[in-house]
């Protein structure tokens, strides 16, 4: 791959950092909310999430099932 940079780490947030950024977001009301959800729930990267386009979306359904989601949110 031509120009890629395939030596960095991969750097990813803990379950207790998830909890605290789930927690923090369900008090929040920035219009950027959902973007920071898309991102943590798909692994999309920032510039994954802001390269969308409504056109490039034919259908869109996200299902999740998580123990650690079910016990967060009830």
Do not use: C, H
Request: charged fraction near 25%; hydrophobic fraction near 50%; glycine fraction near 4%.
């Amino acid at each position: 791959i031509v120009g890629a940079k395939l030596d960095k780490d991969v750097v990813s947030l803990s379950i207790d950092e998830q909890k605290k950024l789930l927690y923090a977001l369900s008090q929040e009301t920035s219009p950027y909310k959902n973007i920071i959800y898309l991102m943590l729930f798909t692994g999309m990267r920032v510039g994954e999430v802001l390269a969308l386009k409504k056109d490039s979306i034919e259908s869109f359904f996200l299902i999740l099932y998580s123990p650690f989601l079910l016990k967060f949110f009830l």
